[in-house]
Every structure is written in C-alpha cells, then in structure tokens.
C-alpha cells in the first residue's frame, strides 16, 4: 500500500499472519515505524484490536551472519520459560517472497527504551538508579540461564568464542567499509596477540544496553534486539555495556551518541555497574580491559556498517548524520583500554 512504512506490506504481513496463526488478524494493518533503530528494521503494527511488533532485516547492504530473524526469534522463544523477560513470539516466516526478507512477528510489551538522558532526568536520580541496578540484574539473569535446558545447546561455540569473535568482526568491517580508518590497524593487532583465557560460556545478549531494554514502572518489561545473540564469554556483554557508557561521557555533544542515558543524575558509574555486575553474578571482570577492546571495535565496525549504508541511501528512518565522524573515537577509546 501507498501510505506503507518502507520495508513493510502491512497487507501481506496480515494475509500470511492469518494464515498461519487463526484469529490472530482482526481487520487490515496499520503501520508505523518504530524509531531509534538503525539496524534491524522495527515496526509496530495494529488491526485495532491486537497490536504486534514486526522485525525485519535492514534494507540494501546487509552483512553475512547478521540481521538473522530466525536467530532472534529463536532466542527469545527459548528464554520465554526464564527469568529473562521477553516479549512472546507470535510467527516466525522465513519465506522472503511476502514483503521481500524473512520476518517475525511478536506481541507488543509495555514500556519505554530509554536512550537519552533527558527522559529519564524527570524520574529522579533515585529511580534512575533503581533501573540502572534492575538492568545490571537483567544482564546478571540472562548469564544464568543453563542455555542447554531451553534447547539453545547449539546456538553457539562457547569455547574459542573470544578469537572467532575478532576474525568475524575484521570480516565484517573488510565488508562495510571504503576508506581509510586511522588507528585500526593497531588495534586489531592487539586483538589478535592478547587473548584472553575464557571463562564458562552463557547466552551472550551482543548489544545490552538500557535503549535495548523496555522498562514500565521501574521494572524491566523486555529484553529486545537480540540479532546477534550467541553462546559465548559474558564478559563480553559486560564491556559493550560499558563502552555505551563511557563513550556518552567522552563525547557528550556529538549528536550521533548512541545513547547518552548514562549521563542523567543517579545512574550508576561504570565502576559502580562493574561491581554490581561482578557482586549479583560471582564472576572475575579482573581483565575487562581487553574485553572493553574488543567492545569498541565491535562497535567502531557496527556503526561503520550503518555509514555504510548511509552513505549509499539504504537506511531508514533519522538520526544518521554525522555517525562516520563517531568511527575513529571509538578506534581511539579501543586502543586507550588496551593500555
């Protein structure tokens, strides 16, 4: 239809809906597209009576092991019966011949993302910590989930998870970019010489961070965006959460932060996040400095990838200018943590 967001037929999604799933279709969709995502394109769709969130891959460029619905849908059907809240999985349809890329569709949860300070500067520094602490527990939860008895035993290979971690983003960064990025090569280097010796596996979230999160009530709703969820070190989404943090305070005015909600009064410091981590999970982040590395490589390569495709018109949505200029900081603050 004419007045479709891009990248979504609402009528196809709901003519296959019903088709697979009686009752579930009450009357055609409307559609919007949900914002703040510059990956895995999400929407929320409504007949008026049920309201459903659809995933979908990105438009254009899109790199090999990454945006896979099948994976997504997996994972969050498998911690359905966990402490780890996740919205419920309607359908899974991998047949790309009905809006044109495999899809998911899920129930919607109540709650909001938050990814800027200044939504949550209104609730106070007392209940912005209480999130903080109550997202560090999600995380804390999600480590504990034996990953074999929710059928995700081959959802990954924890052991050597570090390494292939490195080889696969070096790839991915050989796919999505066309310039010159200065410093990389430095850090890469100390990727591959300073490996770490890994821990016990977990369910790896990828990308945890508090914009990844619903919260309602001060409580965590959902966990969201698990498109590259894994069976790996957990020590690794540790880091990632921390780079989101200290990267919103060493660049606070470039409006191309990820998420600047680790600035508002009351949220827990990165050391503070450490050791909550560290007291409700009984582990050693002794050596989160390589892993903090490897966090800002990973995601100097993740945004490089959205410049990418940027740059070649293939991106939905706003909030995209000016995310090429954030690549060499994140290089920079990669090889500052190896230090």
Known sequence: MADDPRGLDTAAVANWLASVAPGAVAGPFEASL???GKSNLTYLVTD????YVV???PLGHVLATAHDMVREHRVMAALASTDVPVPAMVALCEDVDVIGAPFYVMERVAGTPYSRAAQLEPLGADRTRVITERMVDTLVALHAVDY???????FGRPDGFIARQVSRWKKQLAASTSRELPGMQELVAYLDSATPTEGEGTIVHGDFRLDNLLVDDDRVTAVLDWEMSTLGDPLTDVALMLAYQQLAHTAPSS???VTDAPLAPGYLDSEAVL????AGSGRDVSDIG????LAYFKLAVILEGIHFRHSKGQTVGSGFDGIGDMIVPLIDAGRAASR
Do not use: F, K, N, Q
């Open 34 to 36: 949900i914002t703040g």
């Open 255 to 257: 409006g191309a932060i």
């Open 290 to 293: 390589y892993h903090l590395s």
């Open 48 to 51: 008026g009576v049920h309201d």
């Open 148 to 154: 074999r008895s929710v059928g995700l035993g081959e």
């Open 55 to 57: 995933r979908r891959p």
């Open 275 to 278: 050791a909550h981590y560290a």
